[in-house]
């Protein structure tokens, strides 16, 4: 499970190694009835991307006891064919109204006083941006101790993440151990998930047998060809 997870880890870092810097920010005096967006290449800069795609949901993440908390899409704008015709460029977005040449798939619901990110796409990048919305009705971003606890908790989970899932493997390959050739034993073992599901992942032992045969199937031989 630590090398599936370290393929995925590396393979996320060189995507995002990839993808040309570009930056969204809360423009100043939003407000949950007019909540609004700016963005191009920097932070405050002036070079803009057209836009493909709008997303706003409410922050999901991590209690302090690493339990899931999930999120919800709140507003969805996104261009049907981009590639053919590609959209204006538009140097600013507002919460819910018309973004030229894209059309609602989710949304917009109503926002109220909480956490709420914006993700935006564009031909070459996408940025995000968190926020607040107040109980007077005001807006602000994320505070960068905001941030910076957020990025913790994450990582905190991440590590957690490897230990479950060497707990877990180890967990199956002993109740498959114990079910040996029984085929009605090895089907209740299929069918186990092994995590706590408000912190981790619903994967089953059967899952992970087909993910890494090697370390959970107590029987693995190697293919002969090595594939």
């Known amino acids: ?79 049907t064919d981009p590639w053919r015709t590609p959209p ?14 894209l059309v609602d798939s989710a949304g917009p619901a109503d926002l109220h006083p909480g956490c709420y990110y914006l993700t935006l796409n564009s031909d070459l990048s996408f940025a995000t941006v968190g926020f607040w919305i107040l109980p007077d009705g005001s807006a602000r971003e994320f505070s960068r101790v905001e941030r910076d606890s957020i990025w913790t908790r994450a990582s905190r989970h991440g590590a957690a993440e490897l230990v479950a899932d060497s707990i877990a493997t180890e967990s199956c390959r002993n109740s498959y151990t114990t079910a040996g050739t029984d085929t009605n034993a090895v089907r209740r073992v299929d069918v186990l998930v092994p995590y706590d599901t408000t912190r981790f992942s619903a994967l089953t032992c059967s899952d992970l047998r087909r993910v890494d045969p090697a370390r959970v199937e107590p029987h693995y031989r190697p293919h002969p060809g090595g594939v």
């Open 1 to 79: 499970m630590k090398s599936r997870s370290l393929l995925l880890i590396a393979g996320t870092l060189l995507v995002i190694a990839c993808v040309p810097p570009y930056a969204v920010w809360l423009l100043p005096g939003s407000t949950r009835a007019h909540l609004g967006f700016a963005h191009a290449t920097k932070r405050h800069g002036s070079k803009v991307r057209p836009v493909w795609r709008v997303e706003v949901r409410t922050c999901g993440g991590f209690l302090p006891d690493l339990r899931k908390i999930p999120d919800t899409i709140l507003w969805v704008s996104r261009a």
């Open 88 to 101: 204006r460029v538009t140097k600013t977005i507002v919460y819910g109204q018309n973004v030229p040449d």
